[in-house]
């Protein structure tokens, strides 16, 4: 359910298509995916601290995106 909102949310921000992934549209508007979110905010709860917390998501977030399956056509444009 979260990961819907997500999407709807990063789609409507970005202006693009139903279409479009959320994957994709999440990458172009810069917020990563809930899951991911979710994970630092545990991390820093655990006490670790805010600057090494977000390195790990952005870490995390680039393996998602460039295991996924969807958007490589977004995928090839965008730069590492």
């Not at 990961?3 to 921000?13: G, K, P, Y």
């Not at 693009?16 to 899951?35: D, F, L, N, Q």
Request: charged content about 25%.
């Amino acid at each position: 359910m979260l990961e819907r909102l997500h999407s709807t949310l990063c789609i409507r921000v970005c202006s693009a298509y139903r279409t479009k992934s959320g994957a994709t549209a999440g990458v172009i508007t810069g917020v990563p995916p809930i899951e991911v979110m979710v994970e630092e905010r545990l991390e820093r709860f655990n006490g670790k601290t805010k600057t090494a917390a977000a390195e790990d998501i952005y870490k995390k977030w680039q393996t998602k995106w460039t295991q996924s399956t969807c958007g490589r056509w977004t995928h090839r444009l965008s730069i590492d």
